[in-house]
């Protein structure tokens, strides 16, 4: 496989290592953790709950992301003709092409990383994905898929667009030379932080409606009288879940549109330090294992150079 596969996928493991216990705190706070009994971050277990299923998926998407993205800017900056500097319209849309690509490992592995991290009984990411494959197919798997769809499009957009925007606004008297990547870490990881937390701002709203969507089983209650219910087979009650625009209407009731933001600013600790590093070890392995790439890097320093005299 190439070697971006392979450096997408060590960047985005390492990032989900590192932003694990933040990522954990945001999902509780965007699903309302007051309505699950007994559901608190206890002892280091809790600090890794749901990590399996987004370590191995997120790595996957990671990878698929920053494969999907690299070929679609290619295309896109060709069919452009920008000249030597990239456009950053074409980076942006290329960055939602790579965005919607990831979707079909994006949707399963955040719904049973949700529900795993909303478990009260700290129920593992393995025994959910059975329950829910035995319980609905592969179809469950993707319950909220049109709100995740939506958020990893316009957000990958917007992630590529601010760490390319962010790279060019770096002091010019840092780029007369063409620097070692260890001279440029500092300048990585800050405009990887910025990229992260723009990311998240821009689509905070539909991940709360996704994560709602997805941990509803964990978080209605059968007498909510806003939810229709019909006996099952065993004569107990059984909830119909709620569809995104249910969801947006039951969100907006209980507590207007703050609650759409509510874990905004521990998604955005946790946004600066996942992505600062994600785009640390994508850098580093690029560099070390892919010539074209360290060509490449070199050009475009230069090419930036050159245009701000």
């Known amino acids: 496989?190439?070697?971006?596969?392979?450096?997408?996928?060590?960047?985005?493991?390492?990032?989900?290592?590192?932003?694990?216990?933040?990522?954990?705190?945001?999902?509780?706070?965007?699903?309302?953790?007051?309505?699950?009994?007994?559901?608190?971050?206890?002892?280091?277990?809790?600090?890794?709950?749901?990590i399996a299923a987004p370590v191995i998926g997120y790595g996957a998407l990671n990878a698929l992301l920053f494969v999907s993205y690299n070929r679609s800017e290619s295309?896109?900056?060709?069919?452009?003709?920008?000249?030597?500097?990239?456009?950053?319209?074409?980076?942006?849309?290329?960055?939602?092409v790579g965005g919607l690509a990831t979707w079909v490992v994006s949707a399963p592995t955040e719904l049973v990383k949700c529900r795993a991290q909303m478990s009260a009984s700290s129920e593992s990411s393995w025994s959910i994905a059975r329950n829910v494959w035995k319980r609905e197919g592969l179809h469950g798997f993707y319950l909220g898929g049109v709100a995740t769809a939506l958020r990893d499009s316009i957000g990958y957009g917007f992630y590529f667009w601010s760490y390319e925007?962010?790279?060019?606004?770096?002091?010019?008297?840092?780029?007369?030379?063409?620097?070692?990547?260890?001279?440029?870490?500092?300048?990585?990881?800050?405009?990887?932080?910025?990229?992260?937390?723009?990311?998240?701002?821009?689509?905070?709203?539909?991940?709360?409606?996704?994560?709602?969507?997805?941990?509803?089983?964990?978080?209605?209650?059968?007498q909510a009288?806003?939810?229709?219910?019909?006996?099952?087979?065993?004569?107990?009650?059984?909830?119909?879940?709620?569809?995104?625009?249910?969801?947006?209407?039951t969100m907006a009731r209980e507590g207007g549109l703050p609650i759409f933001f509510r874990g905004l600013t521990v998604c955005s600790i946790r946004a600066f330090v996942v992505n600062a590093v994600q785009w640390a070890v994508y850098e580093w392995v690029m560099v070390e294992f892919c010539r074209d790439y360290k060509t490449r890097r070199i050009e475009h320093r230069s090419s930036m150079t050159v245009d701000e005299r």
């Open 75 to 96: 295309i896109l900056q060709k069919a452009i003709g920008s000249g030597s500097d990239k456009s950053l319209c074409a980076t942006w849309f290329a960055g939602a």
């Open 225 to 249: 009288a806003s939810i229709k219910h019909r006996p099952d087979s065993e004569g107990f009650q059984s909830t119909k879940r709620l569809g995104s625009l249910d969801v947006v209407r």
């Open 1 to 50: 496989m190439s070697t971006d596969f392979w450096a997408g996928y060590l960047s985005g493991a390492v990032g989900i290592l590192v932003g694990n216990p933040l990522d954990i705190i945001k999902v509780q706070l965007q699903a309302g953790n007051t309505l699950v009994n007994g559901t608190r971050l206890q002892g280091t277990t809790a600090l890794v709950t749901g």
């Open 165 to 222: 925007l962010a790279n060019r606004h770096w002091p010019s008297s840092i780029q007369t030379e063409t620097p070692s990547l260890r001279q440029e870490t500092p300048k990585i990881l800050l405009c990887g932080g910025l990229a992260g937390i723009v990311t998240w701002a821009s689509v905070f709203p539909l991940d709360s409606i996704k994560t709602r969507v997805q941990t509803q089983q964990s978080i209605v209650h059968p």
